[in-house]
Nanobody, 115 residues
Framework: QVQFVESGGGLVQPGGSLRLSCAAS????????MGWYRQAPGKQRELVAT???????NYADSVKGRFTISRDNAKKTVYLQMNSLKPEDTAVYYC?????????WGQGTQVTVSS
């Protein structure tokens, strides 16, 4: 089992920015493809962004141009920079491997976009 601890969420106004962090345990972080996922009330968990071990990225259409995923292998950390936030971005955000492993889901971090 790999453990992930998400942080950086909070309340922000529309148009604002947040940076989420995901700290990973284990010794093989550098070879994992990683992803950020989110789940809003009443909706299924969805993939937001992925980053491969080599740094290639992909984004959901809903966040392209606004969110940036990055990683620091030395710190075993994945980041999600979120700009131009919209109310529909409100959700609990999780990090995990890509594809995700069931046993590795953490508690996530709440992002609320509201005026």
């Amino acid at each position: 089992q790999v453990q992930f601890v998400e942080s950086g969420g909070g309340l922000v106004q529309p148009g604002g920015s947040l940076r989420l962090s995901c700290a990973a345990s284990g010794s093989f972080f550098s070879i994992y493809a990683m992803g950020w996922y989110r789940q809003a009330p009443g909706k299924q968990r969805e993939l937001v962004a992925t980053i491969t071990s080599g740094g290639s990225t992909n984004y959901a259409d809903s966040v392209k141009g606004r969110f940036t995923i990055s990683r620091d292998n030395a710190k075993k950390t994945v980041y999600l920079q979120m700009n131009s936030l919209k109310p529909e971005d409100t959700a609990v955000y999780y990090c995990n491997k890509s594809p995700p492993r069931h046993d590795d889901w953490g508690q996530g971090t709440q992002v609320t976009v509201s005026s």
